[in-house]
């Protein structure tokens, strides 16, 4: 069964202290990888899509990785302005490509 | 680029009314859509899938009797809660995929419904 888990469920930041988010995953046929970022009361923001093992992006302070089993996003010297919920979604190659999303890490920086 | 409109933000309404809320693709033509449910501190919750000029497909559990919607053109796409009850309170987000992008999802601001 196609499955997303992410970890830590919530994680407290100094500011400037770099941290890692993960998210691994079960699919078969993975078409992509999402990242998105969901402040409280708004939609999810688009962050990062990843589509094959090695794949590597970048965004200001974030940087998102792919192997074949899970995903990092690294938080590079973060702000309080990072703070928010961080969720993962994986599309597969069927099932209408629905994405397949995971709990999401609920992350805090404090100044 | 990639920007999703729904409106309206936040509703409120009387038990037994029905409600529409629409989801707009700004600047890129979707052929489909998807709406969420979002319970406090939740993931989200996919409801359906909305193909333009076809029948949306609906999640197992979800009423499409309760819940119509219709993507009646490449831009937009409404969900109208018939018959709303205090259960149906809740975040309804709405998402779209562009059709040139392959996979990604773009989505919406939200809308906070609460049903008294």
């Known amino acids: 069964e196609d499955q997303v888990t992410q970890s830590p469920e919530a994680l407290r930041l100094q500011e400037g202290e770099s941290s890692s988010l993960n998210c691994s995953y079960t699919v078969s046929g993975l078409r992509g990888l999402f990242w998105y970022r969901q402040d409280p009361g708004k939609g999810p923001e688009f962050l990062f899509t990843l589509y094959s093992a090695g794949e590597e992006k970048e965004k200001e302070r974030l940087k998102a990785t792919l192997t074949k089993k899970e995903s990092f996003l690294h938080i590079t010297a973060p702000k309080p302005e990072d703070s928010a919920t961080y969720l993962c979604?994986?599309?597969?190659?069927?099932?209408?490509?629905?994405?397949?999303w995971g709990l999401g890490t609920s992350l805090a920086v404090n100044p | 680029g990639a920007v999703v409109s729904q409106h309206p933000s936040r509703v409120i309404c009387k038990s037994g009314t029905s409600v529409k809320i629409e989801c707009r693709s700004l600047d890129f033509q979707a052929t489909t859509m998807f709406w969420y449910r979002q319970f406090p501190k939740q993931s989200l919750m996919l409801m359906a899938t909305?193909?333009?000029?076809?029948?949306?497909?609906?999640e197992q559990g979800v009423e499409k009797d309760k819940f119509l919607i219709n993507h009646a053109s490449l831009t937009l796409s409404t969900l109208t809660v018939t018959s709303a009850h205090p259960e149906d309170s809740s975040f309804y987000i709405c998402?779209?995929?562009?059709?040139?992008?392959?996979?990604?999802?773009?989505f919406g601001p939200g809308t906070r419904l609460l049903v008294l």
């Open positions: 979604a994986v599309s597969n190659a069927g099932n209408n490509r629905k994405l397949i």
């Open positions: 909305s193909n333009e000029g076809s029948k949306a497909t609906y």
């Open positions: 998402s779209a995929r562009d059709q040139g992008a392959v996979e990604t999802q773009y």
